[in-house]
Each structure stands twice: as structure tokens, then as C-alpha cells.
């Protein structure tokens, strides 16, 4: 019987090597990533059952990572390994497309039970998330796109995400292969459409989305 084939997504290593003793021995591990970018190009080549990851990472973060693969049609199935219970990031997972969502605290006892829920084609949500929680998140997975940024395009919350890590428009320019020019274009519509003047406030609406960490 051929095992499912899981990609592990967390911008912390030490995450990564619990998950793998977790796992190893009931599935078939193919990667590992830190980032979200290096997330949807391992979904691409590796084509897992199971793609487990975090909200927060760097360069994309989890949400937009499962909205591109989404788009793209991607056939793995995504369960969000994550410490954020705010009702808000467990709706925008179900809409970018999760089948499961736990958070790390609960990891050990949690996550065989969710991979074999979401490989059975149910879906999987913590008991530690609050059970009025729920009737939003079944709405939630007949929804898509994203309701609380709907005001900012993806890529323009890629430029959000990487301003608010540090990164300068010749970063970003690389990063997201589009010219500097672009770059600074897909900043001054965020701050025009946002109503922000200054870059500490695109920081901190980063922060409010959950783009970056404090």
C-alpha cells in the first residue's frame, strides 16, 4: 500500500525536525520548506496528498501561498499547522482552500489524526478552536478570496509582506521578478488605497493582517 505523500512548510527548523519524527514512519515525507515562496515551487515539483504548513513565513506567507496553488488548481490538500486562533485567520485558511486547521500546540496528538481525516476527504478543525467558531468556517469553505485585504491585489500583499520584513525595492524587484518601477508603483497604490503616509503604517497594517510577525 503506497503511503501519502507529505511537503512540510514552517519557517522554524526545529518545527520541521518534530513533525518529521511525528510522521516519518506512517508517511512519506518529500520536503521540507521555509518560506512560502519555496512552498508553491516544491507543491509544483513534488505534487504531495499532503501539504501541511504554517500561517507565518517569510517571503509569502501560508495564506497566499494556498491562494496561488489554489488558483493553479493544485490537487494537495492543505492543513494549517499554526498558534493563530483569531476567528479571522481561521476563515481566510478554509477560503485559500485548507481542509484542516490545528494549531501547534496540539501538534503530537493532533496531526496523524487530521492527515487521515483530510485523506478520507473530511475536514479537520482543532477542538482547541472555539466551537462557535465552526458555522463561520463551513461558510468559509464555500467562499473564496480574501475578505479582510479584499482592498489590496496578491501581488500587492507580496510587496506588503516583504516591505514589512525589510526588504528594499531592488529586493523586491529580484524576488518578484518585476522591475523596480513596479515595485514602487504597487507601493503607492497600497498607501493611496489604504489612506497610509508612511512606511511605519504599512508595517503595521502588515502586522494586522498577519503578513509578518511582531
Known sequence: MNRARILLADDHVIIIEGLRRILEEQFELVG??????ALVEAAKA????IIVLDISMPLLNGLDAARILQK????????????????????E??????????????AGEELITAINHVL?????ISPLIASDLIPLIIKSKNLTGDQYSSNLTQRQRQV???????????EISLLLDISIRTAE????EMMQN?????????????????????
Do not use: C, W
Open 194 to 214: 489604504l489612506g497610509i503616509k508612511t512606511n511605519a503604517e504599512l508595517i503595521q497594517y502588515a502586522i494586522k493582517l498577519g503578513l509578518v510577525s511582531i
Open 160 to 170: 506588503l509582506q516583504l516591505i514589512a520584513e525589510g526588504k528594499s525595492m531592488k
Open 120 to 124: 478520507q476527504k473530511k475536514t479537520y
Open 32 to 37: 521540507a520548506v521555509t518560506d512560502g515562496m
Open 185 to 188: 508603483s504597487h507601493k503607492y
Open 46 to 49: 513534488h505534487k504531495p496528498d
Open 72 to 91: 493553479e488548481s493544485t490537487a494537495s490538500k492543505l492543513i494549517f499547522l499554526t498558534m493563530h486562533t483569531d476567528s479571522y485567520f481561521v476563515q
Open 93 to 106: 485558511a478554509f477560503r485559500a482552500g485548507a481542509s484542516g486547521y490545528l494549531l501547534k500546540q496540539s
